[in-house]
């Protein structure tokens, strides 16, 4: 499950709302964005070693766990730095930019590419949406959000496999 965090079995990213508190954006980009090839954390101390060796800007446990619990929302520039540089992302999904809300879409996006991979759609279907008409279109993704909806219920989770 790249991007992921060990143990998060959530489903597929949800978009962060622009009125997300920077603790909610910073946990979403540890659940949804941690960068592949680089081992999940299990705890605040792994985080903050991961993100001061890929960002090359210290990071201490406290900061991270002060961040995500919302005991500091005034970060250092250098902290929130170094998030974005190891996240990938820019600066401005911090909320520090009037276009927060488009780059929560962006970033949902990259998040669900990772999650399915690039095998699992396959881009003949992915062309066949395309030249499909706006209102076929509009039904097909109706169909998928009822899908989703589905798959989400308990009833359908009890039916997988290895879930007895």
């Known amino acids: 499950m790249e991007g ?10 949800k978009e962060v709302p622009p009125s997300a508190s920077l603790a909610e954006r910073i946990e979403w ?5 941690w960068p592949s090839g680089v081992p999940a954390p299990r705890n605040n101390v792994e ?3 991961a ?13 991270v766990w002060k961040l995500r619990t919302g005991r500091q929302d005034n970060p250092q520039f250098k902290t929130l730095t170094a998030l974005a ?8 999904y911090f909320g520090f930019s ?5 780059i929560g879409e962006e970033l949902t996006l990259k ?12 881009t003949e279907v992915l062309r066949a949406l395309v030249d499909l008409s706006p209102q076929t279109r509009s039904v097909v993704e109706e169909m998928i959000l009822a899908a989703a909806r589905a798959d989400r219920t308990p009833s359908n989770r009890d039916d997988e496999p290895g879930t007895d």
Do not use: K
């Open 29 to 33: 980009l540890i659940q949804n964005m």
């Open 51 to 63: 993100i001061a060796a890929g960002s090359d800007e210290a990071i201490s446990s406290t900061t």
């Open 111 to 122: 998040a669900l590419r990772r999650e399915i991979g690039a095998g699992d759609i396959r």
């Open 85 to 92: 540089s190891f996240f990938g992302v820019p600066i401005g």
């Open 4 to 13: 992921r965090v060990a143990g998060d079995e959530q489903g597929p990213a």
């Open 47 to 49: 985080t903050a070693g």
């Open 98 to 102: 009037s276009e927060s809300e488009p």
